[in-house]
Nanobody
């Protein structure tokens, strides 16, 4: 089993920055992706950004965060980061770390962190 520990959430004013970190408890055999999702009150959980390990580290971003958020990874430390700049009130949500491990072709085991709150308000 893999535990994911998130940190870096908090309260920030509009236009501010935060950096989220997520550390996996161990290296993951057949890692497919590491990334971040978020869930605002009354809304569905949505992908924010992820890094696909099997495609040379290609990244995906939600349209709403492109140009403001940057995802990166430290393979040696089994850690994924989310640098969030230009934060907006609509970015307020609980942010969850997500890791997918390949079990079979196109079949994955998914691990979730417990979430970290990000609040953007003046």
């Amino acid at each position: 089993q893999v535990q994911l520990v998130e940190s870096g959430g908090g309260f920030v004013q509009p236009g501010g920055s935060l950096r989220l970190s997520c550390a996996a408890s161990r290296s993951i055999y057949r890692l497919y992706s590491m990334g971040w999702y978020r869930q605002a009150p009354g809304k569905q959980r949505e992908l924010v950004a992820d890094i696909i390990s099997t495609s040379g580290g290609s990244t995906n971003y939600a349209d709403s965060v492109k140009g403001r958020f940057t995802i990166s990874r430290d393979n040696a430390k089994n850690t994924v980061f989310l640098q969030m700049n230009g934060l907006k009130p609509e970015d307020t949500a609980v942010y969850y770390c997500n890791v997918r491990q390949t079990i079979f072709s196109d079949t994955y085991r998914t691990y979730w962190g417990s979430g970290t709150q990000v609040t953007v308000s003046s």
